[in-house]
């Protein structure tokens, strides 16, 4: 009890001038350690508006093409390129689309299990088909064609 009433007393013992002077000081803190986020933030949003513009068709934000196998759909372009039934992530709220080219001569097509949204189904090798769907929740994209999901066409897709 003795030592709370004297630190008390000391903190009574600064005057409401260096008071002032510590919320200036703190002030000044917080604004140097909040603005290289603030500068990061804006950043960002340039850079998004250089990406809308360069962006060939603007309601999509994400695109994904995949090569459609019996045993797996493999990543055609960017980072998912030659990987078998990639991760796919979007943002909640992007328009996402996957294309899928046909790798062989066996009916295929991708539906998004819990948006609800499908493709046509593909049929000759080569030939190509998409869903486009609104990002909302995990999910996984499979084929719906026989017990193809089964032997292997299937992958998750993620919210980042
Ligand atoms: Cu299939």
């Given at each position: 009890m003795k030592r709370k009433r004297k630190h008390v007393s000391?903190?009574?013992?600064?005057?409401?001038?260096?008071?002032?002077?510590?919320?200036v000081v703190l002030v000044v803190?917080?604004?140097?350690?909040?603005f290289p986020f603030l500068a990061m933030a804006?950043?960002?949003?340039?850079?998004?508006?250089?990406?809308?513009?360069?962006?060939?068709?603007?309601?999509?934000?994400?695109?994904?093409?995949?090569?459609?196998?019996l045993d797996g759909y493999v990543g055609l372009?960017?980072?998912?390129?030659?990987?078998t039934n990639p991760v796919l992530?979007?943002?909640a709220g992007e328009t996402v689309r996957i294309t899928i080219v046909n790798g062989e001569s066996m009916p295929h097509d991708i539906v998004m299990e819990q948006h609800g949204a499908s493709s046509e189904v593909v049929n000759s090798r080569g030939s190509?088909?998409?869903?486009?769907?609104?990002?909302?929740?995990?999910?996984?994209?499979?084929?719906?064609?026989?017990?193809?999901?089964?032997?292997?066409?299937?992958?998750?897709f993620r919210i980042e």
């Open positions: 000391t903190l009574t013992g600064y005057g409401r001038g260096r008071l002032g002077t510590r919320l803190i917080a604004v140097a350690i909040a804006g950043g960002e949003q340039e850079q998004e508006t250089q990406e809308a513009e360069s962006n060939p068709n603007p309601s999509v934000d994400r695109e994904y093409v995949l090569e459609a196998f372009e960017g980072e998912i390129e030659g990987q992530t979007a943002r190509e088909s998409s869903v486009t769907f609104t990002a909302e929740t995990d999910d996984y994209y499979f084929c719906s064609v026989g017990s193809h999901r089964q032997a292997g066409m299937e992958g998750e």
